[in-house]
């Protein structure tokens, strides 16, 4: 019949287009896939890299003489152990507020020697209270951590002077600062 030729070029005309359109999707569709491959790896690595180097780690000293760091989420005995290393018991009040405003890596402006409070030590257990240590003493921030601002954890080192100025004791303790 004279219009079948052409109506089998229209239908093929037709198929083209449609299979040229399943070729695009498909080819779309691959390259879709290749850039969330992509983006998935590398998102992926950039977490990892982040994870690693947020790592907390305890620095006693910088070659070139530079701050003591202390990481604030060591325990507390721990961080105190490291406190002991630079300023042990019996050192003088000077030297300890030497080492607390110029070497010792903390938050905020460097603390002062209060010679009319001494520490005052918190105990886990509520029924404990606490207790007084010594009459003088210096307070620094060491840290903070925790992401959530209404949840962070502050870690305060504390040293405990007798009268004649001498070290007796050094405090750190943990508080929740929270609403």
């Given at each position: 019949m004279p219009g079948e030729p052409l109506?089998?070029?229209?239908?093929?005309?037709?198929?083209?287009?449609?299979?040229?359109?399943?070729?695009?999707?498909?080819?779309?569709?691959s390259i879709m896939k290749e850039h969330l491959e992509f983006l998935c790896k590398t998102s992926f690595t950039l977490?990892?890299?982040?994870?690693?180097s947020c790592s907390s780690q305890t620095i006693r000293e910088q070659p070139s003489g530079g701050k003591v760091r202390i990481s604030p989420r060591l325990p507390v005995d721990q961080v105190r152990a490291e406190i002991l290393k630079?300023?042990?018991?019996?050192?003088?009040?000077?030297?300890?507020?030497?080492?607390?405003?110029?070497?010792?890596?903390?938050?905020?402006?460097?603390?002062?020697?209060?010679?009319?409070?001494?520490?005052?030590?918190?105990?886990?257990?509520?029924?404990?209270?606490?207790?007084?240590?010594?009459?003088?003493s210096i307070t620094v921030l060491l840290g903070r951590y925790g992401f959530n601002?209404?949840?962070?954890?502050?870690?305060?080192?504390?040293?405990?002077?007798?009268k004649n100025d001498r070290l007796i004791d050094v405090v750190v303790e943990k508080s929740r600062d929270a609403l």
């Open positions: 109506q089998n070029a229209k239908s093929e005309t037709i198929n083209m287009r449609l299979c040229g359109t399943r070729l695009g999707i498909l080819i779309k569709r977490c990892l890299l982040l994870l690693f630079y300023t042990p018991t019996g050192s003088s009040a000077d030297a300890t507020l030497e080492f607390a405003r110029n070497r010792l890596k903390h938050l905020y402006d460097g603390p002062d020697y209060d010679r009319r409070n001494a520490v005052f030590r918190h105990f886990d257990e509520p029924r404990k209270g606490g207790e007084s240590v010594g009459s003088r601002p209404l949840d962070r954890i502050d870690v305060l080192v504390e040293w405990a002077f007798d």
